[in-house]
Each structure stands twice: as C-alpha cells, then as structure tokens.
C-alpha cells in the first residue's frame, strides 16, 4: 500500500511539473522583453527587413496627428513638382494652428513649403502641398492612400494631409505603429527626405518675396541619442502626443513608431519611450552572418539520363549547386536560424546547365528570411534509343576483332 501511494505521489508530481512548465517558460520570455512604455501603442523595427523587434498594441488603428505628414512629404517628393509654384488657396489659408499664416493668393516654391511643413508641422503648407499635387484634399488623400498600400500598410487611412483628426463614411483618420514604421522606414531610402527632417533652420520667402519666413526644426530626438536620424512630432486632443523616428548606428537602423503617448502635461513621455526602445534594440540586436558556406549537398541520381561511358549499367548523378552568398540578419544571441532544404531524391533527364531543382530556405523562429535556388551545373541528355543501336554496334566489332576464344 506504502509504495502505491509513493507511485501515485511521483505522477502526481510529474503532472505539476508539465502544467507548469510551458507557463514559467512564457513568463520569462515575456519578463525579458518587457519594457516600461507610456505609449498606448508602440512598435520598434528594423528599418532594413521590415521585421517588428519589439510592439506593444502595435496592430491598433489609432489617430496618429502630425506624423501623418511623414506621407504627405514623400508623396509630394515622389510627385517630382518641388520646384513647381503653389498657390494658397482660402481652405489652406483658414487652417489652424499650428500654421505658417500664409495668405490666400500667396504663392510658394513647393520644395520651401515641405520645410514649414515639415520642421514646423505647418497645417496649412500641408493643406496648399496636398492641394497642389492632388488637385483637392480628397484627391490627395487618394494619393496618400494608395502609396500606403504600396508601402505595405494594412490597416491605414488617411482624409487629411496635415493629420487633424477627422472622420468621413469610410473610417477614421489614423493609422497602426506598424504601418507608420513601415511608412518611415520606406521614408528613410529617399535622400531628400532625410535632407529635409535633418535641417536644423530652414529660410525662404514667398514668390513675390514680400514676406520672409524661418523654420526651426522642433524634433529633440535629433539631439538626443548618437545616430538619431530623422522622426516627425505630433498631437491632436485625440490622438495624444505621437511620435516616430529613425536611429542608424552602424549597418543597424530602427525605427520607434509611438501613438497615443500621453497628453498634456506628459510631453516628454514621447522621448523617454523613444530612448528605451531604442536603448533596447543596440543593447540586443546585432547582425551575424548565418549563411551555410561549407555545407556540401548529396549528389541526386538522375533517371533516364544518357550514359556518358559505353556502359550499360552506368548511373548518372548530378551535384546540386548553390551560390555562395552572404546572408546578414539582425537577430538576438538567443534567436535561432533554422536552415530547411527542399531538394528532390531524384531528377529526370534531360536537365539543362543552370536549370533550378530545388530551393534552400532560411527562417528566424516562423518567419522566412531568405530563399536561394539550387540548380545543377552540368547538362544531362535524355537517353535515346539510338545509344542501344552504337551500343551494339560497339559490342559486335569488339567481339569480331577478338575472335574466337
């Protein structure tokens, strides 16, 4: 009896230990990444991949004020009218602050406005850019959407061009902090993007150069860390204090997407966010070279191949060739690259010199990273009847020019 009740202790104990076990491990997974954010919604990427390092809600539609205007200036430099004259129009003129004052009439160099509108987030340059380029808002708006899609956004919509809070029949203004690292991360490949968000002052006057106008850049970030890059402010009383931007040290570049980040008085929130998630990411990202350079791959027999000797019974292989590559990722110490072969056990002649049989994939956890061909190098003919005919054309004269045993 001692020992059955000693026997049911041990398996109840086993038990315990397995319900357990999977609960502690996720609890230690989710202590380790588990950062004090003020930020409603937070996203932290690798600029270079797309990859999300870090998020927090970052899948939440949210309004996301002024950093919409990160779109409004690519779109408008993609538009190639920089150099073209805008006029204000009475709608752009009546658009309220945070404004340059412009007047309706006042004409301006398209380029000069993406710095009001960018260093001083200017609601009315934006209305006049957008105006410009897209005929109308909404015909901009139109432009705003579409370039969203292409980036890779899914779940963002834009009615406005300066990122006031706004609603229609079709949704709500806003946007995820995945989609708006995704914006700023395509932002990020366009020099005059950078040159624009990177000037400290910017001067101008209007076409008639009756009036003068400095901008000064009011992204503190800049300042803040080695590497800051580029990043765009915003605040609307229902989106909060929003921000995102781009850190580069190195080959590694991340970029902070933060909404909803605390209200009046909390406006410092934003920087402090931005300083943990980027502290984060260059205390544990680093890029390593993953790429199998001395892995060898097994030779594939090749059915209904032409023999190359004048043997009957001579089987034909091909050595699977791959490309000697470099494949860098940015990844954790404790982050794992699993390596998955798709190759075939065997081939069918004929098979052309550099023809594709298979694929070598490269994964981080779930996700695939990288993808490569695998194709053979040598040409292999299809058998034909006619080798059976030299075949025993060969056999007849050889046994001929012995003669009789």
């Known amino acids: 009896m001692n020992g059955l009740k000693k026997t049911i202790k041990r398996l109840l104990a086993a038990v315990l230990v397995l319900l357990c076990l999977p609960q502690t491990v996720y609890a230690q997974e989710e202590e380790a990444v588990k950062l004090n954010l003020y930020a409603r919604s937070a996203v932290l990427m690798d600029a270079d991949s797309g990859r999300v390092l870090y998020q927090k809600n970052g899948d939440t539609h949210m309004p996301n004020a002024s950093t919409t205007k990160i779109l409004t200036c690519i779109v408008a430099i993609e538009s190639r009218k920089l150099e073209e004259t805008a006029t204000a129009s009475a709608y752009a003129a009546a658009m309220p602050k945070v404004h340059l004052g412009l007047q309706q ?4 160099v398209l380029k000069d406005l993406l710095y009001s509108l960018m260093l001083e987030s200017h609601n009315d340059s934006a209305v006049v850019i957008a105006e410009h380029i897209g005929g109308t808002v909404e015909g ?19 009615i406005t061009p300066n990122g006031l809070d706004a609603k229609d029949e079709t949704g709500t203004h806003g946007t995820t902090a995945r989609d708006l690292a995704r914006i700023m991360s395509y932002c990020l490949k366009n020099e005059t993007f950078l040159e624009i968000t ?3 002052s910017y001067e101008f006057t209007n076409v008639e150069e009756s009036k003068h106008y400095t ?3 009011h992204n503190a970030f800049l300042t803040m860390m080695e590497g800051a890059l580029t990043g765009k402010t915003g605040f609307t009383g229902n989106a909060g204090y929003c921000y995102v931007g781009a850190l580069r040290q190195g080959e590694r570049t991340f970029v902070v997407a933060l909404l909803a980040c605390g209200w009046p008085n909390n406006k410092s929130y934003k920087w402090s966010d ?10 544990n990202y680093q890029y390593e070279e993953v790429f199998e350079h001395d892995r060898r791959l097994n030779e594939i027999p090749v059915l209904s191949a032409m023999p190359t000797e004048w043997d009957l019974n001579q089987q034909i292989f091909v050595t699977p060739q791959l490309a000697d590559t470099e494949l860098k990722v940015l990844k954790k110490d404790s982050e794992q690259v699993r390596v998955v072969y798709d190759l075939p056990e065997v081939l069918k002649a004929p098979l052309r010199a550099g023809e594709e049989i298979g694929s070598v994939s490269y994964y981080l956890g779930e996700e695939r990273i990288a993808v490569y061909p695998v194709t053979v190098e040598q040409e292999v003919e299809e058998f034909r009847q006619k080798w059976y005919f030299s075949y025993l054309l060969q056999e007849f004269f050889m046994c001929k020019k012995l003669g009789p045993a």
């Open 274 to 283: 931005t300083r943990e998630l980027m502290a984060y990411a260059l205390a």
């Open 215 to 217: 901008c000064y850049n």
């Open 105 to 108: 009439g006042e004409q301006f």
């Open 198 to 200: 990177r000037a400290g």
């Open 140 to 158: 901009f708006a139109d432009l705003m959407n579409q370039k969203a899609k292409e980036i890779g956004c899914e779940d963002t919509y834009f």
